[in-house]
């Protein structure tokens, strides 16, 4: 299929789940994630870059990943992103359990722009939004490129994992040179890993 019909089919999908089952399948997803992250972690210290859910869209809670690492892996840096429109890209901030949110016009969480700035090479993990992937780590996401013009920024040992509500679909089919591809994605019932 192609990504609009994709994007139109799995919005819908989305919108019809209940708040409960996406605060059920968000829950397994940080379970699979965090168990993922304890083989990744050691001492090192690493810096997590996520997205924070617009909840009217029943986006994966991300929140529940975010706290369980504030607890347990303290020498995880956390950065989330500030959406600037009038650039069409992201700046990136740390967050610690103290910063404040405010919510930006479309709906999505965002710490105030003062803090301290990554820049996107120093990120070692990016969790990355998604409506639907395949099984060959392609994504289809809102369609603004907005994170596939972030994670061409990357370096490219940064991991970048998708977080999905649903299973893969076998193939999308108009996936172009500038689309990125993940390296993994975490679903509700599995850790999926795409090439080598």
Known sequence: MLKADLRKHYLAERRALSADEVNQRSQQIATRLLAQLSSLVADRRLVLHTFLPIQRHNEVDTWSIIHQIWDRYPQIQIAVPVTDMAQLCMRHYVITPETPFFANSLGIPEPPADGLELQPDE???????LL??????DRVGYGGGFYDRFLAQCEPHCL????SLFAPIEQID??????????SCVTPDRY?????
């Open 174 to 183: 108009d996936v172009v040179e500038t689309d990125i591809r993940l390296n």
């Open 123 to 129: 990120l070692s993990i990016v969790l990355v939004p």
């Open 160 to 163: 970048k994992i998708g977080l």
């Open 192 to 196: 999926w890993v795409f090439g080598s």
């Open 132 to 137: 639907v992937f395949d099984g060959q780590g």
